[in-house]
């Protein structure tokens, strides 16, 4: 089965304290996944994807396929990364899949 | 600033009463989607157009159809909705580069629908 889950709804750090967004997978292809993020009162938005290899705003996320993991982290968390982030998995045929999501709360 | 824009942000309608949700954008791309997402729920298509050609997810109920008259605006038809048909409804789009479809998908705000 087609899955992406992220195992947390709530996750809360102190400001400029390591922040790890945990991101599980299930696809017997080659996955290709995505971070988007959702501030406050904005539009769902790509954040990441792991063909791209980059770092935005200062987040990073890795494919571990032999865990099926992609988790998205940051070493250190602004107050401005407060947000709903959701993990996503292209299947292909133009369907994304996405986990529920995780809130961020970053306490000052 | 091109954008998926999504009318109206919240609709109200009764049990069993059509309700039509619109999603227009002005990116020119090629691909829209709808997407249901219930209260701390992941957002789950429903279907999509590329260009003219509708697909529908195997899952998605007959209660909801979609129509799309040009490349700008797409709608979202409910004919019954039902109590478990409130939810927030977002429209996305994305724009297929050289082949490659793995590409990044556009939201709107989406809209909010209660069913009464």
């Known amino acids: 089965a087609q899955r992406v889950t992220q195992p947390e709804k709530l996750l809360s750090v102190f400001k400029g304290a390591p922040v790890e967004l945990k991101c599980n997978y299930s696809y017997s292809g080659s996955p290709e996944l995505f971070w988007y993020v959702q501030y406050s009162r904005q539009r769902l938005q790509l954040l990441l994807r792991h063909i791209s290899r980059e770092s935005i705003k200062g987040f990073t996320a890795d494919l571990n396929k032999g865990e099926t993991s992609f988790h998205l982290k940051k070493p250190f968390a602004q107050e401005e990364d407060s947000a709903m982030y959701y993990c996503a998995l292209y299947t292909g045929g133009f369907k994304t899949i996405f986990g529920a999501g995780t809130r961020l709360f970053v306490k000052a | 600033d091109a954008m998926v824009i999504q009318n109206p942000r919240y609709q109200v309608t009764q049990f069993g009463k059509p309700v039509t949700l619109s999603c227009s954008q002005t990116?020119?791309?090629?691909?829209m989607y709808w997407y249901q997402q219930k209260s701390s729920q992941a957002p789950k298509l429903l279907f999509h157009y590329y260009d003219k050609d509708f697909n529908n997810e195997a899952d998605t109920p007959d209660n909801f159809q979609s129509r799309r008259p040009n490349t700008s605006f797409c709608f979202l038809d409910i004919r019954s909705p039902g109590l478990g048909d409130a939810a927030m409804y977002l429209c996305a789009t994305s724009r297929p580069v050289a082949g490659d479809i793995r590409n990044e998908q556009f939201f709107g705000p989406g809209t909010r629908l209660t069913v009464l």
């Open positions: 990116l020119n791309h090629n691909v």
